[in-house]
Each structure stands twice: as structure tokens, then as C-alpha cells.
């Protein structure tokens, strides 16, 4: 084809590509079903995994949970069966009314189950040794959320090395293998949804977080450039969606404080509001989700100014040194345990 034309064609097709992002704005895209498939969930056992579960499990998506901590892993795990139990008594019900009304039964759902596996998603190994019990215990995985994430709380010079290796493994590698144990089964039936619960953190960066922002940004580079090759090889049945919130009231991050005159207008984000933004987006096949939409914003005016402006702005929000209340909590609380401790 004439390179001209083949211009004139892309111009098209990217114009176009906009009136449809701008016909999702007005009308919402119908949400896919997961019934009856395989999700599974690193970081299950609290925070945003924990409501990832539950969210999956009202859509009667069987869940494969994955943590680190097996005490709280189960109980995310009784959690997810309380609803299921709750969505069998529902079916029943529906089935003896439909018995009663003389019209075709309706059979419950009875198969919805829960499996727990404590995998360090830090440790390749661990990883896949755990990722093959689940293909021989439960079946292949066709939902895999990302979400497992840690941080230090530590200025880059007093962080031990440590500290920020873990970090970055369970940040980003870990992603890779997850990644690498599940992709080949989506890839051969052309379906499943690679999800990456990164944050705006990966998009844009702050002082006092070196090796958060970069394991989030490595992890935001990851999902992209999977997403490019998945489109590359003609594999549009597998979605892919990257989650950025901004600072998630979840504990994490406790102390974490933007100047006060501009809190009331960006408060830290509820976690159920998250997660729900974050369900949809997956659930309509949308690329990406940034909550709030400012964030959107915000990263592109990081990319336009110039540095400088971006610092003024930066200070004049208060999110220059926003993340030094919570590391100075995080030392303060270390300090305590050392003495608790004797050490």
C-alpha cells in the first residue's frame, strides 16, 4: 500500500478510535460474565485482594487465592464462601419458586469453590511449583490478577538492600512469573485477562519512595509491553487491564499527607470505591483504570512540563514530601519493636 494512503488510513482509524473511547463515556459497555471461571488472585489475603475476591465471588467466578500469610488468606477464603453459600441458597430458592410455578426447574449452582495456596511470589520456585499444583488441582486459570505489593517505608540511603530487592520482586518481577506460568495455556485457547494492580506511582513519582515508584513503574512497563505483544500476535481474545489508584486508604501508606487545604478535594481513596471502579474497567475490557480520573491529568501534565514546573506544582500540593509522615511512622514503629524486642 502507497505510504500516503496507509497515512491517511492510521489518521482514520486513530480518529476513530477516539469516538469510540468517547461512546463508552456516554454508554456503559455491558459487563462480561466470569462464571464458572478460574480467578486467581496474588495478595488475596487482605487490602484490595481481599475485596478482589469478593467482588469475583458475587459473579460466581471460582477463586484461586494466593498469599503469603496462610492465616489470612483463609480467611478472605471463608469470606468468598459465605457468598457463595448465600448465592446457592438464592439459586435454590429460585428453583423451588420455578418448581412451584409449574415452569422448568432451575438447577442451583453447587460447584463454586474456594482454593487457598500460601506462595512468597517473590521466589520464582515458589511460584511456579505452586502455579502447577493449581493446573492439577483446579484447571487452567483464565483471570489472573496481579495485586501481591509491599513497601519499605525507608529513604533510599537508611533502606536496606534487603528491603528494596524484596520490593522490587514483589512489586514487579513477580509478574513475570505469574505471568509466564499461566500465559501459554490463554495463549493457546485465545481467552483469558491478564490484570496489573499497579498504581499511580508507576505512572508518576514523589520523594522518599525510590524503590516503590520504581517497582510500580516497572510493573506499569511490563503490562504495556505484554499488551503490545499480545496485539502484535493477533491474540485480541486475551484482555489485559492496568489498575493505577491513587493513595488507597488501606493502610499501607498510613500517615501519607498532601498539603490540608487540598485533602478535603483528594482524599486518600476507600478501598471499596477502588476495587469497584477497578471491576468494571475489567470487566468491560477497558485498557486501563486511573481512580480518580485527575490522575489521568496529572500524568499527562508530567509529560508536557517541564521539571521545574512539575516541582512547583508538586510543592505547591504538598505531594513534594507527602510519603515523609508515613516513613517517619514506619521508623518511629521499627524503633519500638527494637526496644520491645531487647535489640
Known amino acids: 500500500m502507497n505510504i500516503l494512503l496507509e497515512f491517511f488510513v492510521v489518521t482514520f482509524k486513530v480518529l476513530w478510535a477516539f469516538v469510540l473511547a468517547a461512546a ?17 488472585i496474588t495478595g488475596a489475603g487482605s487490602g484490595l485482594g ?50 412451584g410455578d409449574g415452569e422448568e426447574e432451575v438447577l442451583p449452582h453447587c460447584n463454586l469453590q474456594v482454593y487457598t495456596y500460601t506462595c512468597d511470589v517473590s521466589k520464582r520456585e515458589n511460584v511456579y511449583l505452586t502455579a502447577e499444583r493449581v493446573r492439577q488441582e483446579v484447571g487452567e486459570v483464565s483471570v489472573l490478577v496481579n495485586n501481591a505489593g509491599v513497601v519499605s517505608g525507608h529513604h533510599l540511603l537508611e ?46 513519582s514523589t520523594a522518599g519512595v525510590e524503590d516503590y515508584c520504581a517497582s510500580k513503574f516497572g510493573a506499569v512497563g511490563f503490562h504495556e509491553s505484554l499488551s503490545h505483544e499480545l496485539k502484535a500476535a ?48 475489567i470487566l468491560t475490557d477497558q485498557p486501563m483504570i486511573c481512580t480518580p480520573r485527575l490522575m489521568y491529568m496529572v500524568t499527562f501534565m508530567k509529560s508536557i512540563l517541564p521539571f521545574e514546573a512539575v516541582v512547583c506544582m508538586y510543592r505547591f500540593l504538598g505531594a513534594d514530601k507527602c510519603m515523609y509522615p508515613f516513613i517517619a511512622q514506619r521508623k518511629q514503629a521499627t524503633n519500638n519493636n527494637e526496644a520491645k524486642n531487647g535489640i
Open 234 to 281: 493477533d491474540k485480541d481474545g486475551i484482555k489485559t487491564t492496568l489498575v493505577c489508584p491513587y493513595l488507597v486508604d488501606t493502610g499501607m501508606f498510613r500517615g501519607c499527607r498532601i498539603r490540608k487545604e487540598i485533602e478535603p478535594f483528594l482524599p486518600p481513596l476507600k478501598p471499596d470505591y477502588c476495587v469497584k471502579q477497578a471491576m468494571r474497567a
Open 24 to 40: 463508552k463515556w456516554l454508554v456503559r459497555p455491558k459487563e462480561k460474565s466470569v462464571a464458572g471461571q478460574v480467578c486467581l
Open 50 to 99: 481481599r475485596l478482589f475476591a469478593l467482588e469475583f465471588a458475587r459473579r460466581r467466578a471460582l477463586l484461586v487465592l494466593w498469599d503469603i500469610n496462610t492465616q489470612s488468606n483463609e480467611e478472605t477464603a471463608g469470606m468468598v464462601r459465605h457468598i457463595y453459600r448465600e448465592i446457592s441458597e438464592e439459586a435454590a430458592a429460585a428453583a423451588h419458586q420455578a418448581a
Open 159 to 204: 533502606c536496606p538492600d534487603e528491603l528494596i530487592e524484596r520490593t522490587m520482586m514483589v512489586n514487579c518481577h513477580a509478574h513475570f512469573w505469574t505471568t509466564k506460568a499461566f500465559l501459554p495455556k490463554m495463549l493457546e485457547m485465545n481467552h483469558g485477562h491478564i490484570v496489573t494492580v499497579a498504581s499511580s506511582l508507576g505512572l508518576f
